[in-house]
């Protein structure tokens, strides 16, 4: 899991986009800057691996969740084009794996006073994983 949301945080900061996050580190929401984005994972799914000499190919589903969220005084209209211009062609040319979005809201969160778009995705790929060899 960790693997493919570094995967996803890579793509971004490959694309330009800065202050970008995964969802499990312990930085505090006050260093993260203005505009920030966190990439997390609400499921995730590993079908039967498949195994050759000297490669293991684990087929996975997951439901990925990317948070972009503003200062509380932003309009919404900031944020969809902030998540427009910066982060929808990324979301929507990941590399190795296949994608769609499953859905977009944006709400206010009180408890850190950030506005905050959501994107669920839906994805799906193969991580391939070197066997050691026994020599």
């Known amino acids: 899991m960790i693997d493919i949301i570094n995967e996803v945080?890579?793509?971004f900061?490959?694309?330009?986009v800065e202050n970008v996050y995964s969802a499990f580190d312990a930085i505090p929401v006050s260093n993260k800057?203005?505009?920030?984005?966190?990439?997390?994972?609400?499921?995730f799914e590993c079908s039967m691996?498949?195994?050759?000499?000297y490669t293991i190919y684990m087929p996975y589903k997951a439901e990925l969740e990317i948070k972009v969220l503003a200062p509380e005084s932003s309009t919404m209209e900031e944020?969809?084009?902030y998540y427009e211009t910066e982060i929808?062609?990324?979301?929507?040319?990941?590399?190795?794996?296949?994608?769609?979005?499953s859905g977009i809201s944006v709400k206010q969160d009180k408890n850190i006073s950030k506005l905050v778009l959501t994107v669920?995705?839906?994805?799906?790929?193969?991580?391939?994983?070197?066997?050691?060899?026994?020599?």
């Open 9 to 11: 945080k890579q793509e």
């Open 79 to 81: 944020l969809c084009n």
């Open 120 to 135: 669920n995705i839906s994805a799906g790929g193969m991580k391939k994983i070197q066997r050691e060899t026994g020599v």
């Open 49 to 53: 691996p498949i195994y050759s000499q």
């Open 88 to 101: 929808s062609g990324i979301v929507n040319s990941f590399t190795g794996i296949s994608s769609n979005i």
């Open 33 to 43: 800057g203005k505009i920030f984005t966190v990439i997390g994972m609400k499921k």
């Open 13 to 16: 900061i490959n694309g330009g």
